[in-house]
T-cell receptor, first 115, second 116 residues
Framework: SQKIEQNSEALNIQEGKTATLTCNYT??????LQWYRQDPGRGPVFLLL?????KEKRKERLKVTFDTTLKQSLFHITASQPADSATYLC??????????????FGKGTHLIIQP | GAVVSQHPSRVICKSGTSVKIECRSL??????MFWYRQFPKQSLMLMAT?????????EQGVEKDKFLINHASLTLSTLTVTSAHPEDSSFYIC????????????FGPGTRLLVL
């Protein structure tokens, strides 16, 4: 069955350092992968989308890599700030081949940036 | 741009009653809307996919007669939880896709449902 795993339930990082979050998947052939941020009691907020033919994508302090051979995406936040503390969700399209479908989410990694 | 709203944000109801949740795309036309459910410390689970003017497609294990979805316009989808029970208590989140960048889904703020 299709499965998405994110590296840990909680990740503590010191302010100013780079936070790296991992998303591994099995039994998927996604056309793209997305990262979202979710704060407590709120809906997810879209951050970045990376397509299967892209190795890396950047947006301000965020960087995402996508290795379809390893079936892994890494999400980096550089110069981390306490305001970056949240749960970060990895999501794939629910069916192989990038059809216009709902997303399947990982459980998320709770990131805590300590001042 | 790409703002999605949900109403109500919180609702408490008695067991056996029905609850309607609205999802609106405020600044774009949503050809497709999705409904998710999230239990505490769990991931979002897709419940159903809703296309404007057609019947919703439900994920396996989701009762279509219990969770009624209507997508009457390109900016509005509703989820009605019929005969709600305490086990239906959850965080319900909608998302919408349309216009530019069709792969990206924009999520509403969620609706917290508590059934007593």
């Amino acid at each position: 069955s299709q499965k998405i795993e994110q590296n840990s339930e909680a990740l503590n990082i010191q302010e100013g350092k780079t936070a790296t979050l991992t998303c591994n998947y099995t039994n998927y052939s996604p056309a793209y992968l997305q990262w979202y941020r979710q704060d407590p009691g709120r809906g997810p907020v879209f951050l970045l989308l990376i397509r299967e033919n892209e190795k890396e994508k950047r947006k301000e302090r965020l960087k995402v890599t996508f290795d379809t051979t390893l079936k892994q995406s890494l999400f980096h936040i550089t110069a981390s700030q306490p305001a970056d503390s949240a749960t970060y969700l990895c999501a794939l399209d629910s069916q192989s081949g990038g059809g216009a479908d709902g997303l399947t989410f990982g459980k998320g990694t709770h990131l805590i940036i300590q001042p | 741009g790409a703002v999605v709203s949900q109403h109500p944000s919180r609702v408490i109801c008695k067991s056996g009653t029905s609850v309607k949740i609205e999802c609106r795309s405020l600044d774009f036309q949503a050809t497709t809307m999705f409904w998710y459910r999230q239990f505490p410390k769990q991931s979002l689970m897709l419940m159903a996919t809703s296309n404007e003017g057609s019947k919703a497609t439900y994920e396996q294990g989701v009762e279509k007669d219990k969770f009624l979805i209507n997508h009457a316009s390109l900016t509005l989808s509703t989820l009605t939880v019929t005969s709600a029970h305490p086990e239906d208590s959850s965080f319900y989140i909608c998302s919408a896709r349309g216009g530019w960048g069709w792969e990206t889904q924009y999520f509403g703020p969620g609706t917290r449902l508590l059934v007593l």
